[in-house]
């Protein structure tokens, strides 16, 4: 396990103060705000330490309210909705500065057969084929990217090893293709066999890139370049099948729409040997610049 890997981890290893109300912290010294997936991820396991552990989480749902801040403790808040035969409710609150900055609601369940289909997986190279992250953003250093964007997304990034399939949204400015993006990805380190966990660190990375098949088809950078305003509004996934977030997964993304000032990015999330793990919807903001 790398350095940043076990950084991460302990951000994900809450504090509980009290019954039902745990504490979390972020790190940074280059991002200005906390990272949704990271919000998301430790309200996650918050709702996780007070489910039954013979329950998976199967779904959640999911507003970012206001910005977090890097440099104060979030306070998760958890309400007990409902603990059925089969399924348990769950809802979180996190809190900065006395204020709500997100909230959540999951759902868990308990294991049962059924019927069982999915969609096919795409097409796509093997992940040792790509460049790593650090190999490819220093690539776009000063030419496209300033020094500190870089600096941003390699902090943002370290636990993970994200691959681009395609070149990445920055690289194509000025031309528009295809509304559609892959990404394989993986834990930059073996992690142990709670199945919570490989769903928070999902869930953690899944809002890194879903938002880019937005900027693809416009030709935008997005924040990474600044032809675009934007910030997650919505977050919401379901989780299929058993994976594990330190074995390759590719995240398949694509853009049905965007108007009125905001964008949707649609993914689904397969195993390396085919199968459908995870389905992710969100919305954000995309706003113009004005000039």
């Not at 076990?6 to 705000?33: C, K, M, N, W, Y």
């Not at 996780?48 to 507003?63: C, F, I, K, N, W």
């Not at 070149?167 to 709670?194: C, H, I, M, Y």
Request: charged letters at 20%; hydrophobic letters at 40%.
């Amino acid at each position: 396990m790398n350095s940043e890997l076990d950084t991460l981890l302990g951000l994900l290893d809450l504090e509980r103060i009290e019954q039902d109300i745990f504490r979390g912290a972020s790190h940074s010294s280059v991002v200005p705000r906390v990272f949704g997936g990271q919000v998301a991820a430790q309200a996650l396991v918050a709702a996780g330490r007070t489910v039954p552990g013979d329950r998976a989480a199967h779904s959640l749902h999911s507003y970012f309210l206001r910005p977090g801040d890097p440099g104060a403790p979030i306070v998760y808040t958890v309400d007990r909705i409902r603990d059925g035969r089969s399924f348990t409710t769950r809802r979180v609150v996190a809190v900065q500065h006395g204020q709500p900055i997100f909230h959540l609601s999951t759902s868990f369940q308990q294991h049962e057969e059924g019927l069982d289909h999915q969609a096919e997986m795409p097409a796509a190279p093997d992940p040792e084929s790509l460049p790593s992250g650090t190999e490819l953003l220093p690539r776009y250093a000063d030419s496209v990217l300033d020094q500190s964007v870089v600096d941003r997304l390699l902090e943002v990034r370290a636990a993970v090893d994200l691959r681009y399939v395609q070149e990445p949204p920055w690289a194509t400015v000025g031309r528009p293709r295809e509304a559609r993006s892959q990404v394989w990805f993986r834990t930059n380190g073996k992690l142990a066999d709670d199945p919570l966990l490989h769903v928070c660190l999902a869930t953690y990375v899944s809002d890194m890139t879903l938002l880019d098949s937005v900027l693809l088809a416009h030709g935008r950078g997005g924040w990474a370049v600044g032809d675009i305003v934007g910030a997650s509004l919505d977050h919401a996934m379901w989780f299929h099948r058993p994976f594990r977030a330190d074995e390759w997964l590719l995240y398949d993304q694509e853009s049905p729409s965007s108007s009125g000032g905001r964008g949707l990015g649609q993914a689904r999330i397969y195993t390396r040997d085919g199968r459908l793990a995870i389905s992710v919807i969100q919305e954000g903001v995309m706003r113009v610049p004005r000039t």
